[in-house]
């Protein structure tokens, strides 16, 4: 059972930037295709970005492509998500996710294996 800690979230103005990050509990972390969500009351979880186990490929939602970065220390078990150029309509609680299948890029929620509990990220106008 891998365990994830998600933390970095914050209010800020918008055009400002953040970075969350995500610590998992094991060493197989390594195995892992990584994958950041968000979602807002009422809505679906949305796919934010996902990077595979080696951090040599990365996929991102179209929504967040040129201004969140996505990367990962195998050494460190960490997961990071790069957010620059924030706007309001970032919002959210933003989840990060383990998946040990083999499906690329997973944009699916389904396709995760393992959740943390989520960090509020607030963008002011």
């Known amino acids: 059972q891998v365990q994830l800690v998600e933390s970095g979230g914050g209010l800020v103005p918008a055009g400002a930037s953040l970075r969350l990050s995500c610590a998992a509990s094991e060493r197989t972390f390594i195995v892992y295709n990584m994958g950041w969500f968000r979602q807002n009351p009422g809505k679906e979880r949305e796919f934010v970005a996902t990077?595979?186990?080696?951090?040599?490929?990365?996929y991102y939602a179209d929504a967040v492509k040129g201004r969140f970065t996505i990367s990962r220390d195998n050494a460190k078990n960490t997961v990071y998500l790069q957010m620059n150029s924030l706007k309001p309509e970032d919002t959210a609680v933003y989840y990060c996710?383990?998946?040990?299948?083999?499906?690329?890029?997973?944009?699916?929620?389904?396709?995760?294996?393992?959740w943390g509990q989520g960090t509020q990220v607030t963008v002011s106008s």
């Open positions: 990077i595979n186990w080696s951090g040599d490929s990365t």
């Open positions: 996710a383990a998946s040990y299948g083999s499906s690329w890029p997973g944009r699916v929620f389904s396709e995760y294996n393992y």
